[in-house]
Structures are given as structure tokens and as C-alpha cells.
């Protein structure tokens, strides 16, 4: 059986991975206007500033939408399809790809509250994934 696929860390998104080590789910939030965002960027599309920290949110958010995987695209998935890749709204307004945990695809619906959890993957990786909340 083949192992999933790990993401390969890039520096900008390191801080998140290291967050999510420790069990907490962060997002970047630009110093000059207070804008939250996700994934990383280098300039705040809504001020276009580059300043920017990370700051940690609620881990709590709602399924802004979602797909059902039927086709093994990687060996690794084999064994679990067909699964969900949801895209979550954050309380904070962030939208994360991710995946749903503890929920069968059929039981998935728009808006259905989660909260997040953490997956370590590999002795290095953590990621955040969800359940219904
Ligand atoms: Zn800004």
C-alpha cells in the first residue's frame, strides 16, 4: 500500500505548520489593516500592504463547499474512496482547503458547523483537518 503524499513545507508557510504542531490553527493577519488571510501572501489584497504576522484563530467554521473524490488520484487514497475535500469558512472569515473527519461523504451539507483537528501525518507534518461540531 502506498503512502499519501506529505506536503513539502515552503518558508512562508512554515509558521502554520509549526502552529498546527502544537495544536493550534493560525492564519496571517496584516499588520497595517488588521486583514486575516489564508494561505500566505506577500502582500494584503485588501491594503496592499506587506506586513503581516500570525495570529491564532478559533479553529470553529462552517462548510463553504465541498467535493466528493470517487477516482484514486494517488495510490495513497486508495482505500478511502470516495472521500470529501471540503473548503471551510473560518469563524474569522478565512477559507482553508482541508479535509472532514468523523462524517460520511453522503451526511456532508452546505454550512454544516466544524471544528478543527489535528492529524500528525508524518514525524514532521501536522495537518489541521475538521469535524462536524
Ligand atoms: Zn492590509
Request: charged content about 20%; aromatic content about 8%; overall charge neutral.
Amino acid at each position: 500500500m502506498s503512502a499519501k503524499p506529505v506536503p513539502a513545507i515552503e518558508p512562508a508557510m512554515a509558521p502554520f505548520f509549526a502552529a498546527a504542531r502544537e495544536r493550534r490553527l493560525v492564519v496571517q493577519r496584516c499588520t497595517a489593516c488588521g486583514a486575516l488571510r489564508f494561505p500566505a501572501r506577500e502582500i494584503c489584497s485588501e491594503c496592499l500592504a506587506t506586513a503581516a504576522e500570525w495570529v491564532p484563530v478559533s479553529g470553529r467554521g462552517a462548510v463553504f463547499s465541498y467535493n466528493v473524490m470517487h477516482q484514486v488520484y494517488h495510490p495513497g487514497f486508495a482505500a478511502e474512496v470516495p472521500y470529501a475535500v471540503v473548503l471551510v469558512r473560518l469563524a474569522e472569515g478565512p477559507k482553508l482547503i482541508s479535509s472532514l473527519v468523523d462524517c460520511p461523504p453522503g451526511e456532508i451539507t452546505i454550512g454544516m458547523p466544524v471544528e478543527v483537528v489535528f492529524d500528525d501525518v508524518s514525524p514532521d507534518v501536522t495537518l489541521p483537518k475538521f469535524r462536524p461540531a
